[in-house]
């Protein structure tokens, strides 16, 4: 399992933007497939972005697709969810997570595929 933490989160108007942080233990940080989730209070947790192994393949759930932007550093050992437009339905705590290799695109939106998981990063959106 990887060690992640996440940083960055935080209270936002609507409209603005905040960038999430996921910095990584791991000597193999290119051989991990890195996600977003969030949980909202009262809701289950959802998919919100995946990046591939290399970072040359990224899906998004509906409801960030064209506000969200996931990337990765390799070299830092960190991947990060840039958000813009944000809502108060982004309101939620935003989970980093990690698998060791890649399934398919569908399957990697699934939770129970990712072997390790950071703390989560509180984001609130005020309207």
């Known amino acids: 399992q990887v060690q992640l933490v996440e940083s960055g989160g935080g209270l936002v108007q609507a409209g603005g933007s905040l960038r999430l942080s996921c910095a990584a233990s791991?000597?193999?940080?290119?051989?991990?497939?890195m996600a977003w989730f969030r949980q909202a209070p009262g809701k289950e947790r959802e998919f919100v972005a995946v990046?591939?192994?290399?970072?040359?393949?990224?899906y998004y759930a509906d409801s960030v697709k064209g506000r969200f932007t996931i990337s990765r550093d390799n070299a830092k050992n960190t991947v990060y969810l840039q958000m813009d437009s944000l809502k108060p339905e982004d309101t939620a705590v935003y989970y980093c997570?990690?698998?060791?290799?890649?399934?398919?695109?569908?399957?990697?939106?699934?939770?129970?595929?990712?072997?390790?998981w950071g703390q989560g990063t509180q984001v609130t959106v005020s309207s």
């Open positions: 997570a990690a698998r060791s290799g890649w399934q398919t695109a569908q399957a990697m939106r699934a939770s129970i595929w990712y072997d390790s």
């Open positions: 791991t000597r193999t940080f290119s051989n991990y497939a």
């Open positions: 990046m591939s192994l290399s970072g040359s393949s990224t």
